[in-house]
């Protein structure tokens, strides 16, 4: 029985560039992050790690429901930023931002609810209280 042994690497010896390049593989790809950890340093465990290199080289993580949490670059930016002088909007692009502004407010609305029914469901189920009762002392 042929067994191929992985070097181990520790993370610490990784140069920004071999860090950049590792990061770009994994959001690249649909590698999980732990097999990208375990495929260039042999842990089987990344307790943070690529999380850690992530955040200090600027990179965000992949979106997991892009439809309801849009990155960044996926939100447009509001209409003060577009333009400093408010006369030079015109009434299209008001209508426009206020169509995001709704579907934005929608998508809210809709984390809501299935927040307090998974709270509800929870609550039921457990038999446990998980809302904060005010006025308790």
């Known amino acids: 029985m042929d067994k191929t ?10 140069s920004n560039s071999e860090r950049i390049k590792i990061i770009e593989e994994y959001l690249s790809t649909n590698i999980s992050k732990v097999d990208i ?3 260039y340093t042999g842990y089987d465990h990344d307790h943070g790690g690529l999380l850690r ?12 429901y892009s439809i ?9 930016p509001s209409i003060l930023q ?4 408010i006369s030079q909007i015109t009434p299209e692009e008001f209508q426009k931002k206020i169509k995001e502004l709704e579907i934005q407010l929608f998508d809210a609305q809709l ?13 039921k189920g457990l038999n446990i ?3 904060k009762k005010f006025n308790t002392k």
Do not use: G, H
């Open 37 to 39: 950890w375990r495929k």
């Open 129 to 131: 209280s998980i809302r």
């Open 111 to 123: 984390k809501v609810e299935a927040s307090n029914l998974v709270i509800d469901l929870a609550e």
């Open 68 to 76: 309801l949490y849009p990155t960044s670059s996926q939100i447009t």
């Open 53 to 64: 290199w992530m955040r200090q080289l600027n990179y965000t993580d992949k979106p997991k």
């Open 5 to 14: 042994k992985t070097t181990i690497r520790p993370s610490d010896n990784f």
């Open 82 to 85: 577009i333009t400093s002088d």
